[in-house]
């Protein structure tokens, strides 16, 4: 069990960790101390896809079983080391102090607050107005298979591809997946919308008995996947690669080759158990392995002008 204080110094800065035998997760027994600590074993690779966005924590002072509640707002008590940024969610809102994770102090600082889940908007400082990338968040209903799950999102992949742009996926770290497609950071949080709900239709129609485009839950499927395409808008945020879940057995979201997608479409499981398979306790293990599959070699922006013209052609016929 992990002690309940500790001072320590990161990269220069003076942190006290507290209550670091709080447990988090009652039928795992994982702690506070457990979090923070995997915060700081995968930085390397979790501070590049949270580097100059605007954060939110997700805090669970009291563990998954009881209430938690999103932090916007800069706390008052913050280090003076935390840097932070001034921004309204659009016109008509009051600008709120969005702290900027982008060293591993302040990632172990906001952990301690017990910020199990980190939220980033999909634009950085300085270009907040444009998003540099599109995501489809493929959500499972209740009956959802494994199989379903992947051949809708091998579907997207094969569609975007069929108009010149690649995609990279992950797990949300729940039971479904995100795709996503790197773009050069030039079109506006409405063009992006837009481009997202004309493919997710495209893909919808290819497959009506596998989607679901409704947003009423009671109304959707039992057995189809939700493809959510609204989710990508200013001040609308996702959960970065390697965030830890609100879930028993910690899961984490984790990047994956298209060709480990393609497996999992073989498992018998339930989408959440497969996709929880990747967790607080063996996701470094994973990562000294395979790396950032959406490191800088992977991640390689697009432009959309090209795509839509070949999607006019293609997808109209």
């Not at 609204?230 to 609308?236: A, E, F, T, W």
Request: contains cysteine; positive net charge; charged residues 25%.
């Amino acid at each position: 069990m992990a002690a309940a204080k500790s001072e320590v110094t990161i990269g220069g800065r003076k942190l006290t960790l507290s209550n670091l035998d709080k447990v988090l997760w009652p039928r795992d027994g994982y702690t506070k101390g457990d979090l923070i600590a995997y915060y700081r074993s995968v930085a390397q690779w979790i501070l590049p896809h949270l580097e100059n966005r605007p954060l939110t924590l997700q805090r669970w002072p009291d563990g998954i079983d009881h209430q938690a509640f999103f932090e916007k707002q800069a706390p008052r008590f913050k280090p003076e080391w935390v840097p932070t940024i001034a921004l309204s969610a659009d016109e008509s809102s009051r600008k709120i102090s969005y702290m900027l994770c982008n060293d591993e102090a302040t990632l172990a600082w906001c952990a301690n607050l017990a910020s199990i889940v980190l939220h980033v908007w999909y634009s950085h400082v300085p270009t907040t107005d444009v998003p540099d990338y599109a995501l489809f968040d493929l959500d499972t209903c209740e009956k959802t298979t494994m199989k379903t799950l992947v051949t809708v999102a091998l579907a997207f992949r094969d569609a975007l591809a069929e108009i010149g742009l690649p995609s990279l996926v992950k797990t949300s770290g729940g039971s479904g997946l995100h795709v996503v497609i790197p773009l050069k950071p030039k079109y506006s949080y409405d063009t992006v919308r837009q481009f997202a709900e004309v493919t997710a239709r495209h893909v919808g129609a290819q497959l009506p008995g596998l989607t679901t485009l409704e947003r009423t839950i009671s109304r959707r499927p039992s057995t189809a996947v939700y493809l959510d395409w609204v989710q990508v808008g200013r001040g609308k945020t996702v959960v970065p690669p390697y965030a830890v879940r609100a879930r028993d057995g910690a899961p984490v979201s984790m990047p994956l080759d298209w060709s480990e997608v393609e497996a999992l479409g073989k498992k018998r499981a339930s989408p959440e158990a497969v996709i929880g398979q990747w967790n607080l306790k063996n996701a470094v293990k994973r990562l000294k392995s395979t790396g950032d599959l959406w490191g800088k070699k992977s991640w390689a922006p697009a432009a959309l002008e090209p795509a839509l013209r070949k999607a006019q052609r293609a997808w109209t016929a």
